[in-house]
């Protein structure tokens, strides 16, 4: 994660002016006192009371979901020369932002720990009893070594990860794709899985994955959709007394319980009902059939 250590010396100046700071006279003495500056209780509170409009938001975006690129932030783009433009600029020259290496706008390390602590610091509990229970989705949890790995996680924009603390992310895609995505931006992925509580085995992206169950048949009915690879069914013709045949399936849509999509078996069109699948099991092969109007 992009810190103060990554600034000029007179950039580290320039910001010690502006938040009217003592001057330490050499490099290394004035990074520790910006450090002190940003990380102080209080501070980044103070800071955003005063920025120009616009710039509070993009950097509560930036400190909560992660890096993100100037037309992300300002909805227009940028030459990636010289200083961002307003209001960006203003947290910069206060050295609570900083461009990165790849061309993302990231909190430093020292801003983004003054933020928290002021989250943490400000938040009230309520009552018990009116407390509200917050429910999201997340289908894929990602666990960095560290925050600057986790800051660049959660940049690649296939993944659709979201910071929830230091070092764990969690996205609505399939550990699959969020494990495609990243490995296609260059990160580095650990190989091992984690054990699901339903019958269904995850696997790396391209490999064979198998489920038993209406739960687990379900997830992995969406996981097939998503990433456009054909699913073989073990299909009972009516209920689970009927004969079963194997279906090679490639998924077209997913709703109210019924897969629609190209049947290989009968050479056309067909819908399935979930609880008419015995078994599924998506298989490595991309779909050969695009959906029919």
Same mark, same amino acid.
């Given at each position: 994660?992009?810190?103060? @250590?990554?600034?000029?010396?007179?950039?580290?100046?320039?910001?010690?002016?502006?938040?009217?700071?003592?001057?330490?006279?050499?490099?290394?003495?004035?990074?520790?006192?910006?450090?002190?500056?940003?990380?102080?209780?209080? !501070?980044?509170?103070?800071?955003?009371?005063?920025?120009?409009?616009?710039?509070?938001?993009?950097?509560?975006?930036?400190?909560?979901?992660?890096?993100?690129?100037?037309?992300?932030?300002?909805?227009?783009?940028?030459?990636?020369?010289?200083?961002?433009?307003?209001?960006?600029?203003?947290?910069?020259?206060?050295?609570?932002?900083?461009?990165?290496?790849?061309?993302?706008?990231?909190?430093?390390?020292?801003?983004?720990?003054?933020?928290?602590?002021?989250?943490?610091?400000?938040?009230?509990?309520?009552?018990?009893?009116?407390?509200?229970?917050?429910?999201?989705?997340?289908?894929?949890?990602?666990?960095?070594?560290?925050?600057?790995?986790?800051?660049?996680?959660?940049?690649?924009?296939?993944?659709?990860?979201?910071?929830?603390?230091?070092?764990?992310?969690?996205?609505? !895609?399939?550990?699959?794709?969020?494990?495609?995505?990243?490995?296609?931006?260059?990160?580095?992925?650990? @190989?091992?899985?984690?054990?699901?509580?339903?019958?269904?085995?995850?696997?790396?992206?391209?490999?064979?994955?198998? @489920?038993?169950?209406?739960?687990?048949?379900?997830?992995?009915?969406?996981?097939?959709?998503?990433?456009?690879?054909?699913?073989?069914?073990?299909?009972?013709?009516?209920?689970?007394?009927?004969?079963?045949?194997?279906?090679?399936?490639?998924?077209?849509?997913?709703?109210?319980?019924?897969?629609?999509?190209?049947?290989?078996?009968?050479?056309?069109?067909?819908?399935?009902?979930?609880?008419?699948?015995?078994? @599924?099991?998506?298989?490595?092969?991309?779909?050969?059939?695009?959906?029919?109007?």
């Amino acid at each position: 994660m992009p810190g103060i @250590a990554d600034l000029s010396a007179d950039e580290v100046r320039d910001a010690l002016r502006l938040l009217n700071a003592e001057d330490a006279a050499i490099a290394s003495g004035n990074r520790r006192v910006l450090r002190d500056q940003l990380v102080a209780p209080g !501070r980044v509170t103070d800071l955003l009371d005063l920025a120009p409009d616009g710039a509070a938001e993009a950097f509560r975006h930036i400190a909560v979901d992660g890096a993100a690129s100037v037309e992300d932030l300002l909805s227009r783009g940028w030459a990636g020369v010289g200083r961002l433009p307003e209001p960006l600029d203003w947290l910069q020259r206060r050295a609570m932002i900083i461009v990165g290496r790849e061309g993302l706008v990231h909190a430093t390390d020292a801003a983004r720990e003054g933020f928290s602590t002021m989250v943490l610091d400000l938040r009230e509990e309520p009552p018990i009893d009116d407390a509200p229970l917050m429910v999201e989705a997340a289908r894929t949890v990602l666990v960095a070594p560290n925050e600057g790995a986790l800051d660049r996680a959660t940049a690649v924009p296939g993944a659709a990860l979201r910071a929830v603390s230091a070092t764990v992310a969690v996205s609505d !895609r399939s550990p699959a794709a969020v494990h495609a995505a990243l490995e296609s931006a260059g990160l580095t992925v650990s @190989a091992a899985t984690a054990d699901a509580p339903q019958a269904m085995t995850l696997g790396l992206p391209g490999t064979e994955q198998e @489920a038993v169950g209406p739960r687990a048949i379900r997830r992995l009915l969406e996981q097939s959709l998503e990433e456009q690879r054909q699913i073989r069914l073990e299909y009972f013709a009516s209920s689970r007394g009927g004969q079963a045949t194997e279906r090679v399936v490639d998924p077209w849509t997913f709703t109210d319980d019924l897969l629609r999509g190209y049947c290989h078996l009968r050479e056309g069109e067909r819908t399935f009902a979930v609880d008419r699948i015995g078994r @599924a099991r998506l298989l490595s092969t991309h779909r050969t059939h695009d959906p029919v109007e």
